[in-house]
């Protein structure tokens, strides 16, 4: 008997998704998926719901217990009903990229999720708004499921099911630097899989910066064939299949240029158009070399990046745009803090105006909003790199019309805690060190430090990954699976009051995302032993 209760304590655990869902009833039935369910939906849909059925079907993951699903064997029997059909219904047909034109705030990613109990031929129900409610009801349906232990079927412990389910926050990303290293591009694609599998909807592709121009235009090849590293590029059929290829799987890309600074690469072709090339000692120019700033006393220099972004926008499919703004240095260009700022406002407000040309709206760096000043125009979003007591500094500093998003290095930055990277100091660390952890990252609350009337400027946040020291090598391990401890804090954003200090109730569901990464071929980094993994609670202090 004792072994029987046991048994059913740890089935009521094995509700392991990722974001949790904001209402989530189940009781502890089993059911399998049949082998080809007949699938129910609108014909632009049908593709992406069995493209979800066969990732379960072709899925080794076991659930997480002592036995490795070994103690269901008994439960799953011949008379253990079946889900033969899932019936999709979504409320307009609405094109996912209309979805992407829109406001962060008025994407509508809801979805409801049902799965009955009865004895034969069950139907599973999903319900939204639009496709992209739709990929996140398909995020949390895969996540249901595990093999079975010994036949080629997969199943769930905990039916009947009713999921209804909204984010709390739009802007759920990823940042990646492609600048300082490179990463192919099918590094890229799966990251957009692995995102969309944990419901971020945002890939913030920091595309340049001064080490490198990866970025293939029309106009100006020089920059991309004098200041890219050799054959590291990323041409403009890259940059369509990328974003062609997020949007098939509900995340928007959002692409940065970092300007007016971190730009040296432009020295490469253009030295004419960069202030304090390479100048030692970099330190006193730069954050890190080598040190290069856009010209902002040249008045070449706003026409020729607004011919950049003349031609690179209209094929950027989102509503945002990155323009930068951070790290400006002002003795690279001989200057005081109160010389500079005239200077870096009129650079900044000549990249407004020429996003609202192609009615694109711009995300930038917060120096731009504290230290210069700069009278952000309506719906921009201002990204808070600082630590996170640094957020209500920044949100004074506009009018309620413009947002925020969180990436406080304190919190979210993914390459914290590696060592230091520079030449001639083998003691050095990295300057945001220690390690961030997936449980410091969980444990971040987007509303502290802040008014309550200001909660609504919050847009979301990122989890960033600065590229000193990752490429496509190791890049996987670094971001997974701590990106998915973020993507629970913006999609639920449990109350601060209901989690424990080092994140207790949600271990056995990220290590269970973690397996499940694992198993779909990402090189996700382990959070424990398998011992303690399987064994919730055994590994507490």
Avoid at 194 to 217: A, G, I, N
Avoid at 444 to 466: I, K, P
Wanted: some cysteine; overall charge negative.
């Amino acid at each position: 008997m004792s072994r029987i209760i046991i048994l059913l304590l740890f089935v009521s655990l094995a509700h392991a998704i990722i974001p949790y869902p904001q209402s989530f009833e189940y009781a502890d039935n089993f059911l399998l998926l049949g082998p080809s369910p007949n699938v129910n939906s609108p014909e632009h849909v049908k593709d992406t719901v069995n493209n979800a059925l066969d990732q379960i079907h072709s899925s080794q993951h076991r659930r997480l217990s002592i036995a490795l699903g070994g103690e269901d064997v008994e439960s799953l029997t011949d008379s253990t009903p079946v889900i033969t059909s899932v019936d999709v219904n979504i409320e307009n047909d609405m094109p996912i990229q209309d979805i992407f034109n829109q406001p962060i705030d008025d994407r509508d990613e809801s979805y409801y999720l049902n799965i009955p109990y009865m004895e034969s031929d069950i139907t599973a129900t999903i319900s939204s708004a639009n496709v992209l409610g739709l990929h996140r009801a398909l995020s949390t349906f895969q996540q249901l499921f595990y093999k079975h232990p010994s036949q080629d079927k997969h199943y769930l412990t905990n039916a009947p099911i009713t999921i209804n389910d909204a984010p709390e926050f739009g802007w759920r990303s990823v940042m990646l630097d492609t600048s300082r290293n490179y990463y192919n591009k099918d590094s890229l694609l799966s990251l957009i899989d692995t995102m969309s599998f944990v419901k971020l909807s945002v890939f913030h592709w920091h595309m340049t910066d001064q080490h490198s121009w990866p970025l293939v235009t029309d106009v100006h090849p020089e920059l991309y064939e004098q200041g890219a590293y050799p054959g590291m590029l990323y041409t403009q059929q890259d940059v369509d299949d990328i974003i062609n290829h997020a949007r098939s799987k509900g995340v928007d890309v959002v692409i940065e240029m970092d300007l007016p600074g971190h730009t040296q690469s432009v020295a490469e072709s253009h030295p004419e158009l960069v202030s304090c090339i390479d100048r030692r000692p970099w330190s006193q120019y730069a954050a890190e070399p080598p040190a290069g700033q856009l010209d902002l006393e040249n008045d070449d220099v706003i026409p020729f990046v607004e011919s950049i972004l003349d031609d690179l926008l209209p094929r950027t499919q989102s509503k945002y745009f990155g323009t930068g703004g951070d790290e400006l240095n002002p003795a690279c260009y001989d200057m005081t803090l109160e010389e500079l700022a005239p200077l870096v406002r009129s650079f900044q407000s000549a990249l407004t105006d020429k996003l609202s040309e192609y009615n694109k709206t711009a995300v930038v760096w917060h120096e731009l909003s504290t230290e210069y000043e700069m009278p952000l125009s309506d719906g921009t979003l201002v990204i808070n790199w600082s630590t996170a007591d640094f957020t209500s500094q920044i949100l004074a500093s506009q009018p309620s019309s413009v947002g925020i998003i969180h990436a406080a290095s304190d919190y979210m930055y993914l390459d914290c805690g590696t060592g230091g990277w520079l030449g001639g100091a083998p003691d050095g660390t990295s300057w945001c060190d220690p390690f961030k952890s997936w449980q410091k990252i969980y444990s971040f609350d987007a509303y502290a430090n802040m008014n309550e009337s200001d909660r609504n400027r919050v847009a979301g946040g990122e989890t960033t990954l600065w590229s000193e020291q990752a490429d496509s090598a190791n890049f996987e391990s670094l971001i997974w699976p701590r990106a998915a401890a973020g993507a629970e804090v913006f999609w639920t954003h449990p109350a601060p009051e209901t989690r424990t200090a080092n994140a207790d109730d949600a271990l056995y569901r990220m290590n269970d995302v973690r397996y499940r990464l694992v198993d779909r071929g990402v090189h996700a980094a382990a959070l424990q032993p398998l011992w303690c993994a399987v064994r919730p609670g055994k590994c507490d202090i």
